[in-house]
């Protein structure tokens, strides 16, 4: 079994437990928390500690905390001759501060800590220093998911600036045409079949061609309609993607 410890108690440190804990490779032993121990740790009596220097002898440490603080942070874990990694889609290998070898678990995907993921379905990028570690990695992200890519720094990187645009901007555009429903009193689940079929275009389309819309018509009257009913910030955005797409 495949020792690991996990530093960290936010959205992707508890969903990688869980993983965890249903894997036959791996065997989560201890959890370092700042400020409490999740219900998780303690439910499934898994040890934790506040204690950096107190961390148990393990193959694999997973620092799981905010992008801005796993520079610093690193710097504390005093564990040599072992692998340490992040869980980052910003932060480079690199960026890791301590004496260890070092490498990167980034899961490819939307996670709270309220809902269940399955890891099964997520891409798993992983990097390390060293081959050696590069297979240890592997075996720890195959025992939970079947989506495994070498992903470099400079790879990554790109990747979640595309995962931004994907993901959290177009929720951000969920959200708004939301305030617009709920402004005229329209339910917004009305669009949910909407949204679900265009997510799905897309795996047997390039998003290029799946494009449709009056942007993609040049449908002035239209847009110029639309341009009227929504508020100054909103006609912002809809006039710099309608150009977008219509010099794309």
Do not use: W
């Amino acid at each position: 079994m495949i020792k690991v410890v996990i530093l960290g108690g936010g959205n992707v440190a508890i969903q990688l437990a869980r993983a965890f804990k249903n894997s036959k490779k791996v065997k989560l032993i201890q959890q370092y928390y700042r400020s409490k121990p999740d219900t998780f740790f303690l439910e499934n009596n898994i040890a934790t500690t506040q204690n950096i220097t107190n961390l148990k002898n393990a193959d694999l440490y997973i620092i799981a905390i905010s992008d801005d603080a796993i520079s610093e942070f690193s710097k504390k874990i005093i564990q040599q001759n072992k692998l340490v990694v992040h869980t980052s889609g910003s932060v480079a290998l690199l960026d890791l501060k301590c004496n260890a070898n070092k490498g990167v678990f980034y899961p490819l995907q939307t996670i709270s800590k309220q809902k269940k993921v399955k890891f099964k379905n997520i891409p798993i990028c992983i990097e390390t220093e060293k081959d050696s570690d590069y297979k240890l990695l592997e075996k720890v992200a195959k025992s939970i998911s079947k989506y495994i890519y070498a992903i470099n720094s400079e790879q990554r990187k790109n990747l979640h600036v595309a995962a931004v645009f994907v993901n959290n901007f177009v929720n951000h555009l969920y959200k708004i045409g939301n305030d617009i429903c709920d402004s005229h009193n329209v339910d917004f689940e009305i669009l949910k079949p909407l949204i679900e079929e265009t997510a799905k275009k897309i795996r047997s389309l390039p998003p290029k061609n799946a494009q449709t819309g009056p942007a993609k018509r040049n449908d002035k009257k239209t847009i110029a309609k639309h341009l009227k009913l929504l508020t100054k910030k909103q006609q912002k955005m809809y006039t710099l993607l309608t150009d977008s797409i219509l010099n794309d």
